[in-house]
């Protein structure tokens, strides 16, 4: 009876522990996964974190007006106008950018011919650096452009015409990193270039309304994120 009951005790305390092993692996299994959750919402938090407002949505703090063309805040955007002059202006970044990840958002609401400008420099309304497109349909928005340069250095997809929305909010992400510009338009990559006179520039953002008037622009959600 003693070597039975022996016996029984061992598959007893054998069945205890390996129910206690069964247990710690499986709490030791959700902590890892929740520890895996909380990393990877704290890396995207952070990701998104590392992105800094442009334009604090009450005044133009921070940029300067060029030229006599309309530039002001309403409803917490930033509008472009065209004014009697009818002529170039722009609304620059006090603050010059080398590489960066832009992201904003704009609304044509009549002709819409502007643009985004970056490691830009301005005397009056002569502007020196490179121009994303922001312009009416089949005008490649989204393309690339050299004022006062070389002009058009890559132009978008003829079937890429479709993405912009005329009369509707466009989101555009522009990448400028060393000598590489990647631009983006409602989640559509739009062109890439890579060009040794745009590697060495730095110089301010700054947005364009362009001349000939009729022209109104809206922009909200300007934010940037500085890269190494």
């Known amino acids: 009876m003693l070597k039975n009951h022996r016996i029984l005790s061992w598959v007893v305390a054998g069945s205890l522990f390996a129910a206690c092993q069964s247990n710690s692996s499986q709490e030791t299994a959700q902590t890892d996964a929740t520890d895996s959750a909380a990393t990877q919402s704290l890396s995207a938090s952070t990701q998104e974190d590392e992105f800094k407002p442009l334009f604090n949505g009450d005044n133009l703090d921070g940029w300067q007006v060029y030229g006599t063309e309309k530039w002001y805040v309403e409803e917490g955007q930033i509008v472009c106008e065209s004014g009697p002059d009818k002529q170039y202006g722009y ?60 002009g058009w250095l890559v132009q978008i997809p003829e079937e890429k015409e479709n993405i912009l929305k005329m009369g509707e909010w466009n989101k555009m992400r522009i990448e400028v990193i060393d000598d590489k510009v990647t631009t983006y338009l409602n989640g559509e990559k739009m062109v890439e270039l890579e060009d040794e006179k745009i590697g060495q520039a730095t110089g301010a953002i700054a947005l364009q309304i362009h001349d000939g008037g009729g022209i109104k622009v809206r922009w909200r959600n300007l934010k940037v994120k500085e890269m190494a």
């Open 91 to 150: 609304l620059a970044t006090t603050q010059p950018y080398k590489n960066f990840i832009l992201e904003l958002e704009f609304k044509q609401e009549a002709d819409g011919n502007s643009g985004v400008f970056f490691r830009s420099s301005i005397e009056g309304t002569t502007i020196a650096g490179w121009q994303v497109e922001v312009a009416p349909p089949g005008n490649d928005t989204g393309a690339i452009y050299e004022s006062y340069g070389r």
